[in-house]
């Protein structure tokens, strides 16, 4: 079964690498990271249907606020 993970903070470090691992399974994958090259990088490899990435600063609240729909 196809899972789907959402992974913040994929520029660099853990996230990356879990980002790389999740692709690799076959998981479809929502990224976010500060760093619009990074998400770029993130992206090669990984077929298009199994990856969505946000450019997103989670310290920017009102950046998350405006993506989420609370209704």
Not at 7 to 30: E, F, K, M, Q, T
Not at 31 to 46: F, H, M, N, V, W
Not at 55 to 70: K, M, P, S, Y
Request: glycine letters at 10%; one cysteine or more; charged letters at 20%.
């Amino acid at each position: 079964m196809t899972k789907t993970w959402l992974i913040a903070g994929c520029s660099s470090g853990v996230g990356h690498h879990l980002a790389r691992a999740v692709a690799a399974r076959g998981d479809r994958l929502v990224a976010t990271a500060c760093s619009p090259e990074a998400l770029q990088t993130l992206g090669y490899g990984i077929a298009d249907r199994k990856l969505v990435a946000f450019r997103e600063d989670i310290n920017a609240w009102r950046q998350v606020a405006i993506g989420t729909d609370f209704d």
